[in-house]
């Protein structure tokens, strides 16, 4: 049992919730819904604020700068376009342009001061926007759009433009879109369509097109902000808003940076409390794409797994294609809470069947086995010799009389079965147009989800076209993979949300006790030594091993003996990376002269590779545990990022490692552990007793603390390793590295 006097953790969950909390930090209110204006340790806001858009898509007024009726010029299509929506939403059209008496017969005011009013909506369509945005801003109008191009996703010079572009609607009461945006806000949406509508979010517009189509399936789209080069406007705005929208089921987005990483995650989370699902294309997972992003949108695009875990921790569901975003968007904004996650695969091939099911058990979904009664009532109708577990076979013909519907009823009325998917790989009338009936008049009835993948590549079946695709109830795709993903995020998303806690309401809102200890040890600029950098720990409570600094051989012999035999000796000094790589480290020492010869050859050592050492380090050896790594280290897009993974030579070997973006809580912090390829180590294996993994996610919460607390003072942190002792008995940091930032 290992003893020592620096704080030892406790495995009492309780405590690492209250230590998430903030607990510590003195009189503040933790634990409570975060409020708009509540700001955490470091100044930042905990709570998403809402625009109001309203005026923006359906204003009252609209004001076309740079209109013109001329054909073939581009801004006559534009103004034509704007003309058409103005009079579908009811806002008055006002024409501007200093030498046209009037356009497309509506009266021209000359300039923006000339407008009869001051307008909702201004439509910018001039070369230089500037000098226009700025007499915007003195009329007072409420909402711009700028689609001119060459500002930031051009180069310095564009984001210099781009910048005083920014800076003067910050100066005025004025909301812009754009630049380098385009004219999708201001489509044509069906009204004929009835149901949770997606609301549409994109970078790039062209990227957008897919999902709008779906309208022609019967998939009802409310919005579509194309948000461009996000001067102001940003894309959290307008998922803070739609998500706030009544008739949004879902939200799409299409994106190739981020504006503000923290904004957009206070706008995931709001969608998170209302239980909106995101679906969320995000370029820039390889050094091609992201180089690209920047290139298109002049905004970071961030280090791809910290992107990943952050939108992970807020429940965005992140897809590939824009296949797979149309969709898993579709399904989400359309489908009933489930019932149950079993999933079932229904088919009139036992080859489909097992196909199918062989791939949904790799996606990660359930597929249970019936119980004996229920395959039993299934074999009534189905041929004893064709299987019924799971997937359900049932050799073709069933499905052309009254069988095919009691052998689905039969299958939904299962209390497990939550999904049912049925692959029709082709069409073969008329069983195939019975089949489809029957799924269609079965999913009207029930409250479970009816899926069916119409596999023809054609699609211009009556089948398809009009009893499916005429279905409200039921979710087509025409690939088993987009189906599979889909019905996944769809079980996740609903696991996500239903108890949802957001972190933010748990982020602590006052320093703590250890942030006024830590800071007495930071030196900016500077890499702190071994020695320090585990004060900083013990500061914030986190473990380390009895140990002391020697300046003597006799010292280090004196300290040996009160360290308890046996120890490690390691050099300590500012600047030292990698001590094992320059022999500075010495283990398993177990007597005086050990200890007085370790001590003379780690001077030595130091003097030939010209290390300046602050003394030596002798310390408590600790050997049985599972060595893990925790850090710190600042993402561009999101600031301070903490990492865990496995630790020792490992972490350069295996690389296994999950990221968190502060703030986040217990379960998240447990969550992270789950996704380590290694987590095993953990539970114990090949007869190692299971590790304290409540000290260890107590260590990780506190080092987020530390993170959030010291901000841009803790330039980067690295515990490695951190041993994590058999359950019960604690973690304890063997090494650390800190570097203070400037």
């Known amino acids: 049992m290992l003893g020592s006097t620096h704080g030892t953790l406790t495995t009492d969950s309780r405590r690492t919730r209250a230590i998430a909390c903030g607990e510590r930090s003195g009189p503040a209110v933790h634990g409570r819904p975060a409020q708009v204006g509540d700001l955490d340790v470091s100044g930042r806001p905990l709570h998403a604020e809402v625009p109001d ?40 059209l006002y024409p501007v342009h200093p030498s046209r008496p009037s356009v497309f017969g509506i009266p021209c005011s000359p300039s923006v001061a000339d407008l009869p009013e001051r307008v909702d909506l201004a439509v910018v369509l001039v070369g230089d926007p500037l000098p226009v945005v700025e007499e915007l801003a003195e009329a007072k109008a409420r909402f711009a759009v700028v689609f001119a191009s060459g500002f930031a996703e051009t180069g310095e010079a564009g984001a210099a433009a781009q910048r005083r572009l920014a800076e003067a609607v910050a100066r005025s009461g004025l909301r812009l879109l754009g630049p380098n945006t385009n004219l999708n806000a201001f489509e044509r949406f069906r009204d004929d369509l009835e149901g949770p509508a997606i609301a549409l979010i994109t970078q790039s517009g062209h990227q957008g097109r897919p999902v709008f189509a779906l309208q022609e399936l019967g998939i009802r789209l409310s919005h579509w902000a194309p948000t461009g080069n996000e001067a102001d406007l940003e894309t959290a705005d307008f998922l803070s808003y739609f998500a706030e929208r009544p008739e949004v089921g879902a939200i799409a987005c299409y994106l190739e940076g981020l504006k503000d990483g923290r904004s957009f995650l206070l706008a995931a989370d709001r969608a998170a409390r209302r239980g909106v699902p995101v679906v969320a294309v995000k370029v820039g997972r390889t050094e091609t794409g992201a180089r690209t992003a920047a290139s298109h949108t002049g905004k970071l695009t961030g280090a791809d797994a910290v992107v990943d875990a952050a939108l992970r921790q807020y429940g965005v569901i992140r897809v590939d294609g824009l296949d797979e975003l149309q969709d898993t968007a579709a399904l989400l904004a359309r489908a009933r809470p489930p019932r149950a996650d079993g999933v079932v695969v229904y088919s009139i091939s036992g080859g489909t069947g097992a196909h ?65 998917v049925c692959p029709i790989t082709g069409p073969f009338p008329p069983l195939s147009d019975r089949l489809v009936r029957d799924l269609v008049d079965a999913a009207e009835q029930t409250d479970k989800l009816v899926c069916v993948v119409w596999g023809s590549p054609v699609g211009t079946e009556p089948a398809y076209r009009d009893v499916l695709l005429g279905s409200s109830r039921v979710a087509t795709f025409r690939t088993v993979g987009n189906c599979l993903t889909a019905v996944r995020a769809h079980l996740a998303h609903h696991r996500f949300t239903t108890g949802y806690r957001s972190p933010f ?74 001590k094992t790589e320059l022999g500075l480290v010495k283990i398993g020492l177990t007597s005086a002269s050990q200890v007085r010869d370790a001590y003379r050859e780690l001077t030595d050592i130091a003097r030939y590779e010209g290390v300046s050492l602050d003394g030596v380090l002798v310390c408590q050896m600790v050997e049985q545990g599972v060595e893990m790594v925790v850090g ?87 515990v490695n390793p951190l041993m994590v002792l058999p359950q019960g008995q604690g973690a304890v940091a063997l090494d650390a590295l800190a570097v203070c930032g400037r």
């Open 505 to 578: 309401d748990e982020a602590p809102r006052t320093p703590s006790p250890s942030y006024r200890k830590a800071q007495a040890l930071m030196h900016p600029g500077e890499q702190l030594s071994e020695h320090a950098a585990k004060q900083l720990l013990r500061a914030y409570g986190i473990r380390v091993p009895r140990e002391q600094l020697v300046t003597s051989a006799a010292a280090a012999v004196r300290a040996a003996g009160q360290v308890g035999y046996p120890v490690v000796m390691k050099a300590s000094g500012a600047r030292i990376a990698h």
């Open 632 to 718: 710190v280290a600042h993402d561009d897009l999101f600031g301070p990022t903490v990492t865990v993974g496995l630790g020792g030579v490992l972490v350069e070997v295996l690389r296994d490692t999950v990221v968190g973006v502060p703030p986040f809580g217990e379960e998240q912090a447990r969550d992270m552990l789950a996704g380590l390829r290694g987590r095993a180590l953990l539970d114990g294996v090949r007869g190692r007793p299971p590790a304290d993994l409540d000290a260890l996610v107590e260590v990780v919460l506190r080092v987020q603390r530390m993170a959030l607390e010291l901000g841009d003072q803790l330039a980067e942190l690295e």
């Open 53 to 92: 858009l309203d005026l923006f898509f359906r204003p009252r007024s609209v004001a076309v700068i740079g209109a013109s009726d001329s054909e073939g010029r581009p801004n006559t299509g534009v103004t034509r376009q704007l003309a058409d929506w103005s009079g579908r939403v009811g806002a008055r």
């Open 356 to 420: 199918v099911a062989d791939l949904a058990t790799e996606a990660g979904l359930r597929l249970p086995v019936l119980s004996e009664a229920r395959q039993a009532e299934l074999h009534q109708w189905i041929p004893e010799y064709l299987s019924v577990a799971n997937p359900v076979d049932n050799g073709g013909h069933p499905v052309g009389d009254e069988r095919g519907r009691k052998i689905i009823d039969a299958i939904l009325d299962d209390p497990e079965v939550g999904v049912l």
